[in-house]
């Protein structure tokens, strides 16, 4: 059985991230992309742009000192051009450390990511661990 193509895009901009490829992952996302992050903390919001995701995921590493780490569970795709995602996320931030579950609902169009909703097991952990 092959992957959906679609999966196999997102399959590659984990790999990315997990490698810091930011010029890898531009290339995949449309130039108005928008990733949506949920809760209270100082990552949170609507980053518009790619500009803005890619300073949002260079802020994650900075912010974990390298630590964040994405294990990747488990992707779907629904033909249609969106994609979940199902991920642990793992990262030491100071004298914090964050083991959470996370989804991503990713829109495509024309191959590229336009749209990234972040969806978090426990916003508030969440929330405390990024303030």
């Keep these: ?13 984990y790999e990315a991230f997990g490698k810091g490829d ?10 108005d992309v928008i990733q ?9 919001g609507h980053h518009k742009g ?3 995701v890619l300073d949002l995921y260079r802020r994650l590493g900075e912010e974990t000192n390298g630590t ?6 488990k992707l779907l795709a ?3 051009g969106h994609v979940m995602s199902f991920h642990t996320t793992r990262a030491d931030r100071g ?14 169009v024309a191959g590229k990511i336009s749209d990234l909703d972040v969806c978090i097991e426990d916003i508030d952990e969440a929330d405390a661990f990024w303030s």
């Design 1 to 13: 059985m092959s992957e959906h193509p679609d999966c196999a895009l997102i399959r590659r901009g």
């Design 36 to 44: 949506h992050v949920p809760g209270a903390s100082p990552i949170s």
């Design 78 to 80: 629904d033909g249609r």
């Design 22 to 31: 930011m010029e890898k992952l531009s290339t995949m996302m449309t130039a």
């Design 50 to 52: 790619r500009e803005a």
């Design 95 to 108: 004298d914090r450390g964050i083991e959470i579950h996370e989804g991503i609902f990713f829109t495509i």
């Design 68 to 73: 964040m780490r994405l294990h990747l569970d």
